[in-house]
């Protein structure tokens, strides 16, 4: 199995930038698909990024397209999410996750990191 631990989270004013990452360890990111969630206080978890085997081909949420950038180092087995203009209601947990296919349902991946807080002040 792989485990996942990301960070970069923080605290940030909105315009600003943050970059998250999540280091993998056990096996080969190469081996799955890899995913961004968010869960937000009082919400259910809902899906941010996600990124093939190949690392192509990359699918993001309508309200972060075009500010969020995810991205895949394999030799340092680990995933990124560069996050622009950030805006309030980008307040979450963020998580990200692996597995077999880049899919926008978390019951789709196996393994999830604990997260890391991202809070955006207006």
């Known amino acids: 199995q792989v485990q996942l631990v990301e960070s970069g989270g923080g605290l940030v004013q909105a315009g600003g930038s943050l970059k998250l990452s999540c280091a993998a360890s056990?096996?080969?990111?190469?081996?799955?698909?890899m995913g961004w969630f968010r869960q937000a206080p009082g919400k259910e978890r809902e899906f941010v990024a996600a990124s093939s085997k190949s690392g192509g081909g990359t699918t993001y949420a309508d309200s972060v397209e075009g500010r969020f950038t995810m991205s895949r180092d394999n030799a340092k087995n680990t995933v990124y999410l560069q996050m622009n203009s950030l805006k309030p209601e980008d307040t979450a947990v963020y998580y990200c996750?692996?597995?077999?296919?880049?899919?926008?349902?978390?019951?789709?991946?196996?393994?999830w990191g604990q997260g890391t807080q991202v809070v955006v002040s207006s």
């Open positions: 056990g096996r080969t990111i190469r081996q799955y698909a």
């Open positions: 996750a692996a597995g077999a296919i880049a899919a926008m349902s978390p019951g789709t991946y196996y393994y």
